[in-house]
Nanobody
Framework: QLQLAESGGGLVQAGGSLRLSCAASGRTFNSAAMGWFRQAPGKEREFVAAISRNGASTSYADSVKGRFTILRDNAKSTVYLQMNSLKPEDTAVYSC????????????????????WGQGTQVTVSS
């Protein structure tokens, strides 16, 4: 079992920064590939960023590439999403997810591959 809890969301002006955290409880965090997804009102959930079990591989959606960075600290069982140069179109509920079945170097971009999901944290970017 793995439980995920996001934090760090809030209201920020365009051009600002936020860092989201996703703390995991359970022994399997180190063996799970992790990802961040977001869902804006009236829109489908979309992939944002992913990181492999060992942290060596990452992947980003084109819309956030160069602005967002995903990191993980296995000692703290936490994955982070550093978001810089935020835009109003980044407004959404951001959720982290864990895939226990991914191989060491694999990044997972499809939401259906993930086993566990957090509740999400709201990010609102004002113009």
């Amino acid at each position: 079992q793995l439980q995920l809890a996001e934090s760090g969301g809030g209201l920020v002006q365009a051009g600002g920064s936020l860092r989201l955290s996703c703390a995991a409880s359970g022994r399997t965090f180190n063996s799970a590939a992790m990802g961040w997804f977001r869902q804006a009102p009236g829109k489908e959930r979309e992939f944002v960023a992913a990181i492999s079990r060992n942290g060596a591989s990452t992947s980003y959606a084109d819309s956030v590439k160069g602005r967002f960075t995903i990191l993980r600290d296995n000692a703290k069982s936490t994955v982070y999403l550093q978001m810089n140069s935020l835009k109003p179109e980044d407004t959404a509920v951001y959720s982290c997810a864990a895939d226990r079945n991914a191989l060491g170097w694999t990044v997972v971009v499809l939401p259906g591959a993930y086993d566990y999901w957090g509740q999400g944290t709201q990010v609102t970017v004002s113009s």
